[in-house]
């Protein structure tokens, strides 16, 4: 066990919709990362939050947006929901924004889009 | 942003046998980590070797990193059906972690 939650584990949402997903991170980890996983495809970044604020993006678009909350708890929103955004969505937390330390997943949020 | 690229895609074996996969990079970093993720779950660190090591041990894992040649090794050894999983380089510089798309490999009891 990580001690890194996440809710729900499984989602299921038509095309132009929005949704919410939850992380909860370990005490102490002030940083989460965000991960898009396709079907057989490696996990994608999307960003990272450092004490709340936003610490690096990946190639996705605005309409993907995070918060950070001081009680290690963290979102990922996603607006306009797209067929495509169909995947598992993993947090990851550590407790640095350096150079990549060992991150702690989630067992990760599997997002379905009709 | 540095990525991983695991060689190979699949592999199976047999209960008992070692199992090796290879990772490649393109620039400096400071460390290369390695995670399996069994299906459809998050995924789980299993070692971390920094740029200045040349070879770390845990358990029946065996972690190689050559910077000459950028490219970093897994072996398990005594496979056991437990470790059918896909298993992930991270090449870590001052950036964020990137993954690659892995190595599934599947242990044959």
């Known amino acids: 066990e990580t001690g890194v939650t996440q809710s729900p584990t499984h989602l299921i949402k038509t095309r132009g919709q929005q949704v919410t997903l939850r992380c909860s991170s370990q005490?102490?980890?002030?940083?989460v990362s965000w991960y898009q996983q396709a079907l057989g495809q490696g996990p994608q970044f999307i960003f990272q939050?450092?004490?709340?604020?936003?610490?690096g993006r990946g190639n996705f678009p605005p309409r993907f947006s995070g918060l950070q909350f001081p009680n290690y708890s963290s979102e990922l929103n996603v607006n306009a929901l797209e067929l495509d955004d169909s995947a598992l969505y993993l947090c990851a937390s550590t407790w640095t924004s350096g150079p990549q330390e060992t991150q702690y997943f989630g067992p990760g949020t599997r997002l379905l889009v009709l | 942003s540095q990525q991983g690229e695991e060689d190979p895609q699949a592999l199976s074996i047999q209960e008992g046998e070692n199992a090796t996969m290879n990772c490649s990079y393109k620039?400096?970093?400071?460390?290369l980590q390695w995670y399996r993720q069994n299906s459809g779950r998050g995924l789980v660190h299993l070692i971390l070797i920094r740029s200045n090591e040349r070879e770390k041990h845990s358990g029946r894992l065996r972690v190689t990193l050559d910077t000459s040649k950028k490219s970093s090794s897994l072996l398990i050894t005594a496979s056991r059906a437990a470790d059918t999983a896909s298993y992930f380089c991270?090449?870590?510089?001052?950036?964020?972690?990137?993954f690659g798309t892995g190595t599934r490999l599947q242990v044959f009891p």
């Open positions: 620039t400096s970093i400071n460390n």
């Open positions: 939050y450092y004490r709340e604020e936003e610490n």
């Open positions: 991270a090449p870590s510089g001052t950036d964020k972690l990137i």
């Open positions: 005490s102490g980890h002030n940083t």
